[in-house]
């Protein structure tokens, strides 16, 4: 299995390592605001993920990303999908809202690997091995993934709720379902390599992936964001804000508000350029 971010590197492996499956999680937004402009690819991507889409917290590219690597690699990509962003952070009846941050990273779960544990669960039910796009100078992040799953045989699990006690409390329970493999790290795969890879194919990359007001960017980098996505960056904003009258100390970043960000006047102008993926953060996958 073949799990696809939408970036160049996942790209990358679904081109150069055929899978049985190729996955795609998309996270999506309710706001209207940040309503995806085509309105017949956004019938598309409804059909594909059979739930309604408005929008989605990532680079709009993504979506045509994935359109054409499919169209690229000659094989399926199925898309799933999980609770929208706005359910994720619903965590009280009352409508309190609860944000993920660095320490607790419950967005990455229940918008990416959730759904994509559901797909493997509904229809594959067998340990599969999962191909990882970390490349040759991630060793260490690979190794720590490998050192979660030491005391397992090197299986990755995934806690979901499989009943109810009698009591009506959910019954939890640790499912084996994937073995994680490397295959950039064992081929000494670097990120020019794969940037040279595709300077001549015909699939659209975003600028930038992962949401893009994910708390793992920086505030300079949430800063231009917010000029290229300025919709997009106030929901982020007023989710903020809500949050923030629910519980104490409720931000994305604990070092400074959304809205403080948007009111920044920069001593110059931060160009494309003055960025790499270093301060864009990752969301674990």
Same mark, same amino acid.
């Given at each position: 299995?073949?799990?696809?971010? =939408? =970036?160049?590197?996942?790209?990358?492996?679904?081109?150069?390592?055929?899978?049985?499956?190729?996955?795609?999680?998309?996270?999506?937004?309710?706001?209207?605001?940040?309503?995806?402009?085509?309105?017949?690819?956004?019938?598309?991507?409804?059909?594909?993920?059979?739930?309604?889409?408005?929008?989605?917290?990532?680079?709009?590219?993504?979506?045509?990303?994935?359109?054409?690597?499919?169209?690229?690699?000659?094989?399926?990509?199925? /898309?799933?999908?999980?609770?929208?962003?706005?359910?994720?952070?619903?965590?009280?009846?009352?409508?309190?809202?609860?944000?993920?941050?660095?320490?607790?990273?419950?967005?990455?779960?229940?918008?990416?690997?959730?759904?994509?544990?559901?797909?493997?669960?509904?229809?594959?039910?067998?340990?599969?091995?999962?191909?990882?796009?970390?490349?040759?100078?991630?060793?260490?992040?690979?190794?720590?993934?490998?050192?979660?799953?030491?005391?397992?045989?090197?299986?990755?699990?995934?806690?979901?709720?499989? =009943?109810?006690?009698?009591?009506?409390?959910?019954?939890?329970?640790?499912?084996?379902?994937?073995?994680?493999?490397?295959?950039?790290?064992?081929?000494?795969?670097?990120?020019?390599?794969?940037?040279?890879? /595709?300077?001549?194919?015909?699939?659209?990359?975003?600028?930038?992936?992962?949401?893009?007001?994910?708390?793992?960017?920086?505030?300079?980098?949430?800063?231009?964001?917010?000029?290229?996505?300025?919709?997009?960056?106030?929901?982020?904003?007023?989710?903020?804000?809500?949050?923030?009258?629910?519980?104490?100390?409720?931000? /994305?970043?604990?070092?400074?508000?959304?809205?403080?960000?948007?009111?920044?006047?920069?001593?110059?102008?931060?160009?494309?350029?003055?960025?790499?993926?270093?301060?864009?953060?990752?969301?674990?996958?």
């Amino acid at each position: 299995m073949n799990s696809i971010s =939408g =970036g160049r590197t996942s790209a990358y492996i679904a081109a150069n390592y055929p899978a049985d499956y190729d996955i795609f999680s998309l996270v999506r937004i309710e706001d209207k605001n940040c309503l995806f402009p085509d309105a017949k690819i956004r019938q598309e991507v409804e059909d594909r993920i059979q739930a309604p889409f408005i929008g989605t917290a990532e680079d709009d590219v993504i979506i045509y990303t994935m359109l054409d690597l499919e169209q690229y690699i000659g094989r399926p990509i199925t /898309w799933v999908t999980g609770k929208t962003f706005d359910q994720v952070v619903s965590r009280g009846k009352d409508g309190r809202v609860q944000l993920p941050n660095a320490m607790r990273r419950f967005c990455t779960v229940e918008m990416k690997i959730q759904p994509m544990f559901e797909f493997w669960r509904d229809n594959i039910g067998e340990i599969v091995e999962t191909r990882i796009g970390f490349r040759a100078n991630e060793t260490r992040r690979a190794a720590s993934m490998m050192e979660r799953t030491a005391a397992d045989g090197g299986v990755m699990k995934f806690k979901t709720i499989v =009943g109810k006690h009698e009591n009506g409390n959910n019954k939890w329970e640790s499912i084996p379902y994937q073995i994680p493999r490397f295959p950039l790290i064992e081929a000494n795969i670097y990120r020019d390599q794969i940037e040279a890879y /595709w300077s001549d194919k015909p699939v659209r990359f975003a600028w930038m992936n992962n949401c893009v007001g994910c708390f793992h960017k920086t505030p300079a980098l949430i800063k231009k964001m917010w000029d290229k996505h300025p919709n997009k960056l106030e929901w982020f904003n007023q989710t903020e804000k809500v949050a923030m009258e629910s519980y104490k100390n409720n931000q /994305w970043n604990q070092g400074v508000t959304y809205e403080q960000i948007k009111n920044w006047n920069s001593q110059y102008e931060l160009f494309d350029s003055d960025f790499n993926e270093c301060d864009s953060g990752y969301c674990g996958l």
